[in-house]
């Protein structure tokens, strides 16, 4: 029978139990200064330190967001400094061995300790920031289990005399979500070295589109007729049907120290009912519910069984619960913690530093690159590294906005670049497109929603260059202007996404959107794990080198459909070979297992 867990940290995951105690979501202190006989709200006005440089600044408020308003000055904000990591690129390095099926340190995967000798900054740059807190009376600690982020607490007006900053309360317009952000901030010149950045400062939460579900409502229709996988409807064993994925009843094996599960990331509170999930395996998988899972909480986050249930949480749990046949399933369920880019780091370092490690994660959840300040982007794609370097595959949903990412209307086209979801473009994770499909026996085609393109701030990795170029080499150039054809490219492959039976509450919802796309992939790579760790084979791990040498040929390939820019020309086509719609293509489970070395 399925079963909870609620966290209770190890004797060795102490780092967690501080995280948890230094970075609960911001908190509004309800004291007010009294200026007979008015009570007032006062702006705290920077006192400048002339030795501070400027470290980070953001020229506008991201849409949705007000120009900021009065904070109470003595409001705690509680900080993280991302210290300099002292050899990210010897553990790229490192990655790009490991990854490589034709290197000879293919799947010889790193330890912990291994990582930490990587990205542990040097006890100087430790002391210095310290020392620097100190100095102002500010107390630190570190909280990171590779020994990169120092945490402290501190009003506003402290932080604005600390870091010559302008803190402010911003809300988010839809949401009437309330933030303390600074446009900019600045640190001693002599700490420009150690320290990659602060936060929370200049990145601001994309309220509007931190879940990436269905790009319009979805329809609940009541109970529904089993499934015939024809037409709009389908259930899990019709996905087993189109990808050719086992259907026997399993268990997660364990050798060598590694014991295969998929874990399932949830951000930002969405949950799902253990009601919902025996009622959607009874009815769409009757011959398999022998099913086992579990949950895990981060950053106050909770699968609140009182609550109500989400979509996107519940469709992500029932298509991996269907599909893996009783192989075990972790959900991580992250909170919302002071900037929306934290709830990635701590999930990420919180796989890295657990004794046991899911050998697939999946998550549903994206923003766009333009939310998050460069440093942010980079600190949370190296997280995504460090997984990697251990052996998991990290796949992410890459967005149901299309080619156009931002969300551009016809008034900005060609005057903006595309955008992409983040952190779907970085390079050290698998992003997954959507396809759709008019009936069972149609071919797939790619579908408006797939979000895909390139990235205007990480450059395309090695893996891709000959598969990506030949695409560029045949693309119509009404897109150059707005795209860096020299970014990561996305997605890298695909799955169909419409037409989901989700069995929620007392309706069924046919739900949509990459977010069923992401899961589905995860399956396949956890199913492909089973039997390559029983065989006494290595995890496949970072997928991409992989996916684009040895296993390019065992894809569907997608050759009709095109995404949607929302420029009014199209987006991008589905073509042969890769394409910014679906990339590779669909999964063929029996080829999968050919090319990964397991027939």
Request: net charge negative; aromatic share 10%.
């Amino acid at each position: 029978m399925p079963h909870i867990l609620r966290y209770k940290p190890a004797a060795d995951q102490t780092y967690l139990q501080r995280i948890l105690s230094a970075f609960s979501p911001l908190t509004m202190h309800s004291a007010f200064f009294i200026l007979a006989p008015f009570l007032v709200l006062t702006r705290a006005s920077p006192t400048h330190d002339h030795s501070l440089v400027l470290h980070e600044t953001r020229a506008l408020v991201p849409r949705g967001y007000d120009d900021g308003g009065l904070v109470d000055i003595d409001t705690i904000v509680h900080f993280r400094v991302a210290l300099a990591q002292s050899n990210i690129s010897g553990l790229k390095d490192v990655l790009d061995d490991v990854s490589n099926p034709r290197s000879p340190r293919y799947g010889q995967y790193l330890s912990k300790e291994q990582i930490t000798e990587h990205i542990q900054p040097s006890p100087i740059t430790i002391s210095t920031i310290q020392d620097w807190l100190a100095s102002h009376n500010v107390v630190s600690s570190i909280i990171s289990p590779f020994n990169d982020w120092i945490a402290f607490s501190a009003s506003i007006r402290q932080a604005n005399s600390l870091l010559a900053a302008d803190f402010v309360n911003y809300t988010h317009a839809a949401t009437q979500r309330s933030i303390i952000r600074t446009r900019s901030y600045s640190i001693p010149a002599a700490l420009k070295s150690h320290i990659e950045y602060i936060t929370p400062t200049v990145s601001f939460p994309s309220e509007s589109v931190s879940r990436r579900m269905a790009s319009a409502p979805p329809v609940y229709q009541g109970p529904v007729a089993r499934a015939t996988c024809t037409g709009f409807i389908t259930d899990p064993q019709c996905i087993q049907g189109l990808y050719e994925l086992p259907t026997t009843s399993q268990s997660g094996v364990s050798q060598g120290g590694v014991t295969n599960f998929l874990g399932v990331g949830n951000i930002d509170g969405d949950i799902w009912l253990n009601t919902d999930i025996s009622t959607f395996m009874h009815t769409y998988r009757p011959d398999n519910i022998a099913y086992d899972y579990s949950t895990l909480d981060l950053d106050g986050g909770s699968n609140n069984q009182s609550q109500t249930a989400s979509a996107e949480g519940t469709m992500d749990m029932e298509y991996t619960v269907g599909l893996l046949n009783g192989i075990q399933i972790l959900n991580y369920f992250v909170g919302r913690p002071t900037v929306f880019g934290d709830a990635w780091t701590d999930l990420f370092y919180h796989i890295g530093n657990a004794t046991l490690r899911p050998t697939v994660l999946t998550v549903s959840y994206d923003s766009f690159e333009s939310d998050f300040s460069s440093a942010e982007r980079q600190r949370i794609c190296n997280a995504a590294m460090v997984l990697g370097n251990m052996g998991i595959s990290v796949i992410l949903a890459s967005g149901d906005s299309g080619s156009g990412g931002l969300g551009d209307t016809a008034s900005s086209c060609g005057t903006t670049k595309f955008g992409v979801a983040f952190p779907a473009s970085c390079p050290y994770v698998t992003a997954v497109g959507a396809t759709n499909q008019t009936s069972g026996t149609s071919p797939e085609n790619g579908d408006s929603l797939s979000g895909g393109g390139f990235s205007s701030v990480f450059t395309r990795p090695s893996y891709q260059n000959t598969l990506v170029e030949s695409y560029l080499a045949n693309q119509n150039t009404i897109y150059a202007p707005w795209q860096t054809s020299t970014g990561r490219a996305l997605p890298d492959v695909s799955a169909r996404h419409e037409g989901w039976v989700v069995s929620n509450g007392d309706s069924d919802l046919y739900a949509v959107g990459t977010s069923m796309s992401s899961p589905v992939f995860a399956s396949v790579i956890a199913l492909l794990n089973n039997e390559l760790i029983a065989a006494g084979k290595p995890a496949l791990g970072f997928l991409n080198p992989w996916l684009y040498s040895t296993a390019s040929a065992a894809f569907k390939d997608i050759t009709a459909g095109n995404s949607d820019n929302g420029c009014g020309t199209g987006g991008y086509a589905a073509v042969s070979g890769w394409d910014p719609v679906t990339g590779l293509g669909t999964p063929l489970y029996t080829s999968l297992r050919t090319a990964a070395g397991l027939s």
